[in-house]
């Protein structure tokens, strides 16, 4: 018989394409996860791995089996939670995964609502940024993920459903004290010799910021690189830098900063990913509803941040 675990390992060999990711995906070492491979092909007495130099890679059985792998531990989990909770409410562990700025404006209030409807669900909450969240997703690592259909880094493939959540605008971001801090849309191409606040490399943020930069035929001249929003806006508040960020991520009750619209507007789509195949557990369902039906917050007029605030 498969064990279930070697058939993640599988699974996620197939997704991140070395043993050494998955290894570090699994917390394990490379040579434990290759001695489990071994054993899972034993189990099925098939080959499904073969050496090319010092890679391995699935063989065309090794392939099948993982993608068939996802859909039947997807199957087991839901079989699972059916079990613990006697088929009455939906029960068992979903994982969430959701970038930033998501996470308090959207994933929180859900996860909060489902508590107290739902005392044998569990939710936990991972923060992944989109280039992190759909690999975790195809590899089993989540359930559901918060992410944005813009990322043109990654496909997105046939193997994933989305259900559109909301959309975020772009916003220009400076310090309070900025000439362009009053008024109307602005042209990025007007702030070619400012200096730039940017998400790491390779982040949906730092990729969207880049291109729209060189679009606007400049080289951005980056002085800070920051993973969290907050650093972010904390940079822009002293005058260090400005930054393009969503609208969701600007927290104007904590941060003295404006926001601007831009004059060739930019919207992300904030979508729900699940992986297709069979209908989703009714655990799974229920967070994608209360997902839905959460609006979040609208962002404040574009404007310079004012004492008047709270």
Do not use: K
């Not at 390992?9 to 996860?33: E, K, Y």
């Not at 092909?41 to 130099?53: I, P, S, V």
């Not at 989540?142 to 559109?164: C, K, N, Q, R, S």
């Not at 404006?258 to 992300?268: F, I, K, M, N, S």
């Amino acid at each position: 018989m498969m064990n279930p675990w070697r058939l993640r390992l599988l699974s996620r060999l197939d997704t991140l394409g070395t043993v050494r990711a998955v290894a570090q995906a699994a917390n394990m070492s490379p040579s434990s996860v290759s001695q489990q491979l071994a054993v899972l092909e034993a189990e099925t007495r098939t080959q499904l791995l073969e050496r090319t130099g010092r890679r391995v890679r699935l063989t065309p059985a090794g392939v099948i089996l993982a993608r068939r792998a996802r859909a039947i531990l997807d199957h087991m989990e839901g079989v699972e939670a059916e079990l613990r909770g006697f088929g009455e409410e939906p029960a068992g562990l979903v994982r969430l995964a959701s970038f930033q700025s998501a996470i308090h404006t959207m994933a929180v209030p859900a996860v909060t609502r489902l508590a107290r409807a739902y005392p044998h669900l569990d939710v936990e909450l991972l923060e992944l940024e989109p280039h992190a969240s759909l690999p975790a997703l195809r590899g089993g690592d989540a359930d559901i993920v918060i992410t944005t259909t813009d990322f043109d880094e990654l496909p997105l493939g046939p193997d994933l459903d989305f259900v559109p959540l909301a959309t975020d605008p772009i916003r220009l971001v400076l310090p309070p004290g900025h000439p362009a801090a009053r008024g109307g849309a602005v042209d990025i191409a007007a702030f070619a010799d400012e200096p730039w606040a940017f998400d790491v490399p390779q982040s949906y943020m730092a990729n969207l910021a880049l291109r729209l930069c060189r679009q606007s035929r400049f080289e951005p001249r980056v002085v800070g690189r920051f993973s969290n929003y907050m650093m972010t806006l904390q940079h822009v508040e002293a005058g260090l830098s400005i930054a393009l960020l969503p609208g969701l991520a600007v927290d104007h009750s904590r941060y003295r900063v404006a926001t601007r619209e831009l004059a060739t507007p930019v919207t992300r789509t904030i979508t729900a990913a699940v992986r297709r195949g069979s209908p989703p557990r009714a655990a799974v369902r229920v967070v994608l509803d209360a997902l839905r039906a959460c609006e979040p917050p609208e962002n404040p007029p574009p404007g310079p941040w004012s004492e008047a605030r709270p």
